[in-house]
Nanobody, 122 residues
Framework: QVQLVESGGGLVQTGGSLRLSCAAS????????MGWFRQAPGKEREFVAS???????YYADSVKGRFTISRDGAKNTLYLQMNSLNPEDTAVYSC????????????????WGQGAQVTVSS
């Protein structure tokens, strides 16, 4: 059974930092592309970042320079380091997994976690 479990969400002030984790199991983590997506109330789910099995990262323009995606193959864990947070970053963040190369399309990812709430106060 494929499982993706996010953790590390919470409440932070503008300018603060958080690190999200995604524990993966039930599939060959090291050969999959992993991604982070987010969805705010009243908005569509949007791409945040992805990382291929090679370790090559890709970021949405809105988070480039502030967020860092990484993965630990030994721990089967995906991370998202979020710095310089602002209220526009408030959303439910979900990790996702797929075979093949990197992708910014949520429809390309068949496996999803339950999501973690990130709230940034003014």
């Amino acid at each position: 059974q494929v499982q993706l479990v996010e953790s590390g969400g919470g409440l932070v002030q503008t300018g603060g930092s958080l690190r999200l984790s995604c524990a993966a199991s039930g599939f060959p983590f090291r050969s999959y592309t992993m991604g982070w997506f987010r969805q705010a109330p009243g908005k569509e789910r949007e791409f945040v970042a992805s990382i291929a099995w090679t370790g090559s990262p890709y970021y949405a323009d809105s988070v480039k320079g502030r967020f860092t995606i990484s993965r630990d193959g030994a721990k089967n864990t995906l991370y998202l380091q979020m710095n310089s947070l602002n209220p526009e970053d408030t959303a439910v963040y979900s990790c996702a997994a797929r075979t093949g190369g990197g992708s910014y399309k949520d429809t390309d990812y068949p496996y999803w976690g339950q999501g973690a709430q990130v709230t940034v106060s003014s």
